[in-house]
């Protein structure tokens, strides 16, 4: 088993910054491959970054360019750091771990999921 448990998110303005973590806990985070996804008020969960065991990422075209996923195993931790956000950001972000090998944009790719942390960029 492996718990996730997300921070960093909060309120801020269009054009803002904010760093997402996502701290493991109950087995190897080193073997696992990460992601995050979001979502937003009356819409589907949907795929924002994902990170090998190797460092190796991909990302959704709504954040490619302005969000970097990245992690540290020796914190357990993985991140996505959200640069120039907009209001369209808006979501609860979750993170999820898989026990397989690749870069799945889709839920069933994972097996884990944190609770959720809310990001809401104002206008």
């Known amino acids: 088993q492996v718990q996730l448990v997300e921070s960093g998110g909060g309120l801020v303005q269009a054009g803002d910054s904010l760093r997402l973590s996502c701290a493991a806990s109950g087995r190897s985070f080193s073997s696992n491959a990460m992601a995050w996804f979001r979502q937003a008020p009356g819409k589907e969960r949907e795929f924002v970054a994902a990170v090998s065991q190797s460092g190796g990422n991909t990302y959704a075209e709504a954040g490619r360019g302005r969000f970097t996923i990245s992690r540290d195993n020796a914190k357990n931790t993985v991140y996505l750091q959200m640069n120039s956000l907009k209001p369209e950001d808006t979501a609860v972000y979750y993170c999820?771990?898989?026990?397989?090998?690749?870069?799945?944009?889709?839920?069933?790719?994972?097996?884990?999921w944190g609770q959720g942390t809310q990001v809401t960029v104002s206008s």
């Open positions: 999820a771990a898989s026990e397989g090998y690749g870069l799945g944009p889709f839920e069933y790719n994972y097996d884990y």
